[in-house]
């Protein structure tokens, strides 16, 4: 695939990462289709992006509903053309899926109001199964039509560095961010014959608006979680979503060509480390 300006859908597009992946990749030129639940959040990006001078349209889609995919790929095609390039970025976790405990201890079972593995919620652990991992396939059904069509394309999933290693609380977020990097591997097989590359992303952490409270407090300093998190980290610093950008236009653009089925950890270090 060379570096012509390309066509590129991204989901979760109004969101903190995939936001500054639009803007960084609307201002190369490309043009770029917002998909995101919260139409405003993605909207308000487009309009700054086409501000600017760069091409973008904000459209609203539920990635766990193919009608409303297919109504997007519709607009998208009608707009700009075919999709060349997909970035699977909606997901997350949620409170439902996650437990209060790091570890299990049998004093919990006298603790009712707190939520162990066994009182962890159906359907919030369905949830995000879905979010993440259904919410990645189905769009690649979608938009990866015409990209088999043009026998060019290249697909980019976020996965995260808990896909390596589970982190304590969220068992339903690390089995689905898993399951992503596993189909990432397996996408790029089954798609090897038709020129389309598949690839993802293992952000680690990053601080964003979401989790700012969790991690540091009112001054600045590091909460518990926060210290622990960065004596984890070599590089010891939290990702900035900029920190993205380099590597997604590599796995996109010229340079990448023999490149297809890596999950690549954009995360400090984290992954790569012990603890001792
Ligand atoms: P975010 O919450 O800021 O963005 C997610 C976006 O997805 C939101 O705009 C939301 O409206 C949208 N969305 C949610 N459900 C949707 C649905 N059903 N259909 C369409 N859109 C939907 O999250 P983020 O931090 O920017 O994360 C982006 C991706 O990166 C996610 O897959 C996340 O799991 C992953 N990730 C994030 C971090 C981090 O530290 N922020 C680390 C590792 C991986």
Redesign the pocket.
């Known amino acids: 695939m060379n570096n012509k300006m390309k066509i590129i859908v991204i989901?979760?597009?109004?969101?903190?990462?995939?936001?500054t992946l639009a803007e960084a990749l609307a201002k190369e030129g490309h043009q770029i289709a917002l998909?995101?639940?919260?139409i405003e959040?993605?909207q308000d990006i487009a309009d700054s992006i086409n501000k600017k001078g760069g091409k973008a349209i904000a459209l609203k889609?539920?990635?766990?509903d193919k009608e409303s995919l297919i109504l997007a790929k519709n607009k998208v095609n009608e707009k700009f053309g075919a999709c060349q390039v997909l970035i699977?970025?909606?997901?997350?976790?949620h409170p439902a899926a996650t437990t209060d405990d790091l570890f299990y201890d049998t004093s919990s079972n006298q603790k009712e109001e707190l939520k162990t593995f066994f009182n962890l919620d159906m359907s919030g652990i369905k949830f995000v199964f879905d979010?993440?991992f259904m919410?990645t396939l189905l769009p690649t059904q979608v938009f990866a039509e015409d990209m088999v069509d043009a026998k060019d394309g290249n697909i980019i999933n976020?996965?995260?560095?808990?896909s390596f290693q589970p982190l304590t609380k969220i068992p339903a977020?690390s089995g689905a961010?898993a399951a992503i990097s596993n189909f990432t591997q397996w996408l790029a097989v089954y798609f090897s014959k038709v020129g389309i590359r598949v690839n993802a992303l293992?952000?680690?952490?990053?601080l964003?608006e979401?989790?700012r409270r969790l991690l540091t407090k009112e001054d600045g300093s590091l909460t518990d979680r926060g210290e622990t998190i960065i004596k984890r980290t070599p590089l010891g610093k939290f990702?900035n979503?900029d920190d993205l950008i380099s590597t997604t236009r590599w796995l996109c653009e010229d340079g990448s060509e023999f490149i297809t089925g890596i999950v690549v950890p954009i995360d400090g270090g984290f992954s790569a480390f012990s603890g001792v």
């Not at 989901?11 to 936001?19: K, M, N, Q, R, V």
């Not at 998909?35 to 919260?38: A, F, M, R, S």
């Not at 889609?61 to 766990?64: F, P, S």
Request: with cysteine; aromatic share 6%.
């Open positions: 989901t979760g597009a109004g969101g903190i990462l995939c936001s998909l995101d639940l919260n959040a993605a889609v539920n990635v766990l699977n970025g909606a997901g997350g976790n979010l993440n919410g976020i996965s995260s560095m808990n977020y961010k293992a952000p680690g952490f990053f964003t979401q989790n990702g979503p």
